[in-house]
Protein backbone atom coordinates (compact mmCIF):
# COMPACT_ATOMS: atom_id res chain seq x y z
CA UNK A 1 0.00 0.00 0.00
CA UNK A 2 1.35 3.44 -0.93
CA UNK A 3 -0.91 5.41 1.67
CA UNK A 4 -4.35 5.38 3.33
CA UNK A 5 -5.97 6.15 -0.21
CA UNK A 6 -4.05 4.16 -2.73
CA UNK A 7 -4.74 0.74 -4.26
CA UNK A 8 -2.50 -2.08 -4.04
CA UNK A 9 0.15 -1.32 -6.91
CA UNK A 10 0.01 -5.26 -8.43
CA UNK A 11 -3.15 -6.56 -9.93
CA UNK A 12 -2.93 -9.90 -12.10
CA UNK A 13 -4.62 -10.53 -14.99
CA UNK A 14 -4.64 -13.39 -17.51
CA UNK A 15 -3.06 -11.81 -19.72
CA UNK A 16 0.17 -10.97 -17.57
CA UNK A 17 1.17 -8.49 -15.12
CA UNK A 18 0.63 -5.26 -15.25
CA UNK A 19 0.14 -2.46 -12.76
CA UNK A 20 -2.91 -0.12 -12.46
CA UNK A 21 -2.51 2.92 -9.56
CA UNK A 22 -5.57 4.81 -8.94
CA UNK A 23 -5.49 8.45 -6.31
CA UNK A 24 -8.79 8.52 -4.28
CA UNK A 25 -9.92 11.08 -2.93
CA UNK A 26 -12.69 11.01 0.07
CA UNK A 27 -14.69 13.37 1.68
CA UNK A 28 -13.89 14.46 4.88
CA UNK A 29 -16.01 13.29 7.60
CA UNK A 30 -19.01 14.53 8.49
CA UNK A 31 -20.92 15.24 11.49
CA UNK A 32 -25.07 14.36 11.28
CA UNK A 33 -27.36 15.80 13.02
CA UNK A 34 -28.05 12.49 15.23
CA UNK A 35 -24.88 12.96 17.22
CA UNK A 36 -21.02 12.48 16.53
CA UNK A 37 -21.53 9.57 13.63
CA UNK A 38 -19.99 10.05 10.72
CA UNK A 39 -20.42 9.92 6.94
CA UNK A 40 -20.10 6.46 4.62
CA UNK A 41 -17.80 6.79 1.81
CA UNK A 42 -18.18 4.27 -0.59
CA UNK A 43 -15.18 3.43 -3.06
CA UNK A 44 -16.38 2.47 -6.62
CA UNK A 45 -14.37 -1.02 -8.06
CA UNK A 46 -11.93 -0.73 -10.15
CA UNK A 47 -12.70 0.18 -13.73
CA UNK A 48 -12.03 -1.23 -17.04
CA UNK A 49 -11.59 2.00 -18.33
CA UNK A 50 -7.94 2.24 -16.91
CA UNK A 51 -7.09 -0.95 -17.42
CA UNK A 52 -4.10 -1.65 -19.95
CA UNK A 53 -4.48 -4.38 -22.63
CA UNK A 54 -0.96 -5.15 -24.63
CA UNK A 55 -2.23 -5.84 -28.23
CA UNK A 56 0.73 -8.01 -28.94
CA UNK A 57 1.12 -9.77 -25.88
CA UNK A 58 2.70 -8.66 -22.57
CA UNK A 59 5.85 -10.41 -22.94
CA UNK A 60 8.14 -8.83 -25.36
CA UNK A 61 11.78 -10.92 -26.46
CA UNK A 62 14.36 -9.17 -27.10
CA UNK A 63 16.35 -12.11 -28.60
CA UNK A 64 19.80 -13.17 -28.54
CA UNK A 65 21.46 -9.44 -27.93
CA UNK A 66 25.12 -9.76 -29.39
CA UNK A 67 27.72 -7.14 -29.12
CA UNK A 68 29.13 -6.36 -33.27
CA UNK A 69 32.34 -4.77 -32.29
CA UNK A 70 33.27 -1.17 -32.75
CA UNK A 71 34.08 1.75 -29.99
CA UNK A 72 31.11 1.68 -28.68
CA UNK A 73 31.28 -1.09 -24.98
CA UNK A 74 27.22 -1.45 -25.51
CA UNK A 75 24.83 -3.30 -27.48
CA UNK A 76 21.45 -1.66 -27.55
CA UNK A 77 18.58 -3.57 -28.89
CA UNK A 78 14.80 -2.47 -29.06
CA UNK A 79 11.26 -3.15 -29.37
CA UNK A 80 7.82 -2.02 -30.14
CA UNK A 81 5.16 -2.59 -27.73
CA UNK A 82 1.54 -1.59 -28.71
CA UNK A 83 -1.30 -0.78 -26.15
CA UNK A 84 -4.41 0.42 -24.85
CA UNK A 85 -5.65 2.16 -21.89
CA UNK A 86 -9.51 1.20 -21.34
CA UNK A 87 -11.98 -0.39 -23.91
CA UNK A 88 -11.17 0.05 -27.70
CA UNK A 89 -12.93 3.19 -29.31
CA UNK A 90 -13.18 5.36 -32.36
CA UNK A 91 -12.61 8.32 -30.48
CA UNK A 92 -10.75 9.10 -26.94
CA UNK A 93 -12.93 8.78 -23.82
CA UNK A 94 -10.37 11.10 -22.17
CA UNK A 95 -6.57 11.33 -21.51
CA UNK A 96 -4.72 9.69 -19.22
CA UNK A 97 -0.89 9.63 -17.47
CA UNK A 98 1.28 6.71 -18.12
CA UNK A 99 4.11 5.67 -16.21
CA UNK A 100 6.38 2.78 -16.11
CA UNK A 101 8.53 1.28 -14.15
CA UNK A 102 10.82 -1.74 -13.43
CA UNK A 103 9.63 -4.46 -10.96
CA UNK A 104 12.27 -6.55 -11.19
CA UNK A 105 15.30 -4.69 -12.42
CA UNK A 106 18.81 -6.66 -13.63
CA UNK A 107 21.68 -5.29 -12.96
CA UNK A 108 23.60 -6.33 -16.19
CA UNK A 109 21.00 -4.17 -18.14
CA UNK A 110 19.33 -0.46 -18.44
CA UNK A 111 15.75 -0.38 -20.10
CA UNK A 112 14.49 2.42 -21.63
CA UNK A 113 11.30 2.94 -22.66
CA UNK A 114 10.66 6.02 -25.20
CA UNK A 115 14.13 7.32 -24.42
CA UNK A 116 13.09 7.61 -20.20
CA UNK A 117 15.97 5.18 -18.34
CA UNK A 118 13.44 3.11 -15.78
CA UNK A 119 14.28 2.02 -12.41
CA UNK A 120 12.35 1.15 -9.10
CA UNK A 121 10.60 4.20 -9.10
CA UNK A 122 7.78 5.16 -11.47
CA UNK A 123 8.56 7.47 -14.29
CA UNK A 124 5.94 9.42 -16.41
CA UNK A 125 6.13 7.85 -20.05
CA UNK A 126 2.91 9.95 -21.78
CA UNK A 127 1.12 12.39 -20.67
CA UNK A 128 -2.37 13.08 -21.75
CA UNK A 129 -2.38 9.66 -23.47
CA UNK A 130 -5.53 8.79 -24.91
CA UNK A 131 -8.09 6.24 -23.22
CA UNK A 132 -9.52 3.96 -25.59
CA UNK A 133 -6.85 4.61 -28.66
CA UNK A 134 -4.09 2.28 -29.10
CA UNK A 135 -0.39 4.03 -28.69
CA UNK A 136 2.68 2.55 -29.80
CA UNK A 137 6.02 2.96 -27.10
CA UNK A 138 9.84 1.76 -28.09
CA UNK A 139 11.14 -0.48 -25.05
CA UNK A 140 15.37 -0.11 -25.62
CA UNK A 141 17.50 -2.60 -23.70
CA UNK A 142 21.15 -1.56 -23.68
CA UNK A 143 23.97 -4.44 -22.18
CA UNK A 144 27.29 -3.59 -21.69
CA UNK A 145 29.80 -5.82 -23.26
CA UNK A 146 31.25 -6.67 -19.55
CA UNK A 147 27.89 -7.89 -18.70
CA UNK A 148 27.76 -11.42 -18.00
CA UNK A 149 26.28 -13.69 -20.37
CA UNK A 150 22.87 -15.37 -19.62
CA UNK A 151 18.78 -14.34 -19.97
CA UNK A 152 17.96 -11.13 -18.63
CA UNK A 153 15.01 -11.11 -16.10
CA UNK A 154 14.14 -7.40 -16.20
CA UNK A 155 10.10 -6.63 -15.51
CA UNK A 156 8.64 -3.33 -16.53
CA UNK A 157 5.45 -2.47 -14.73
CA UNK A 158 2.78 -0.14 -16.07
CA UNK A 159 0.70 2.42 -13.75
CA UNK A 160 -2.15 4.57 -15.08
CA UNK A 161 -3.94 7.68 -13.76
CA UNK A 162 -6.49 9.52 -15.08
CA UNK A 163 -6.14 12.99 -16.15
Not at 16 to 40: K, Q
Not at 122 to 138: E, F, K, L, W
Not at 140 to 157: H, N, Q, R
Amino acid sequence: MQGPAMLPRSLFRAAGVFTVMLSLSLLPAARLDGGDRRRAVAVSPLSSDLSITFLEGPVVDAGVIVWRGGKRRTTVTARTVTMRIGRASREARGTATLRAFLETPDPRAAVRVDGILLGAAPRVIQRHAPVGIATTHRIEIEVPVSASEGPLAASIGWEVTTD
